[in-house]
């Protein structure tokens, strides 16, 4: 894991986290980003924050007015419930500033037991607004570390988020979410580019592929 993380930081630096301390930001902000770009995502948030003064507005809001100022970010019939009903699990007044020293399994428990809200929104919102360790595993995280070998083939979304929290240490979690992201934008794609790939030689995946096609001219002389 440290390997890989060296390698990763000579290729991408070493990115800091710089905590912003409003849970109920980062929670909103990742429901808006399923399935979704990024600017996509930034321009429903702004629209919803500009629209409402405050996070209780927009939980007793009619549904369709909530669905009205996030319409730039993509599935917002089905988005805005989803916000209104997280809203109504986080108090009133709307806080979650406790979950900064709560313990993490009463964390993690009570983040995603509010409706629509999984295990990589929950990380998200514990690393991003109070830099506590967690990994989330988005689509990036999940298909670069399951060929890398951080976790077994297939596991769950679920499994992964537990592995990659056994195997890294804390202090190093923001920093891999990081850049494990940017190697599955840049090289390690759905459709990989192993021969430019400089962690190829550590890669289980790359490995694979490397003695199948070994294999291959022996196969085809033997057919012939
Ligand atoms: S060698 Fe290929 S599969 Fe392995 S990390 Fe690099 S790009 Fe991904």
Known sequence: MR?????LRELYGRPVNHPHGDPVHELVKTILSQNT??????AAYERLRKRFDNWEEVRDAPVSEVADAIRPGGLSVTKSPRIQEALR?????IDLSWLRDAPRGEAIDFLTSLPGVGRKTAACVLIFSFDRPEIPVDTHVHRVGERLGLFRDRASFEEAHD???RV????????LHINLIRHGRAVCRPRPRCEQCALRLMCPYWRRLAAARRQRPDTEAKEA
């Open 168 to 175: 890294v240490d804390p202090e190093d979690a923001y920093e």
């Open 163 to 165: 592995v990659m929290l």
């Open 3 to 7: 390997a890989i993380r060296d390698r």
């Open 89 to 93: 699990g986080c108090g009133d007044p």
């Open 37 to 42: 770009s990024d600017t996509n995502r930034d």
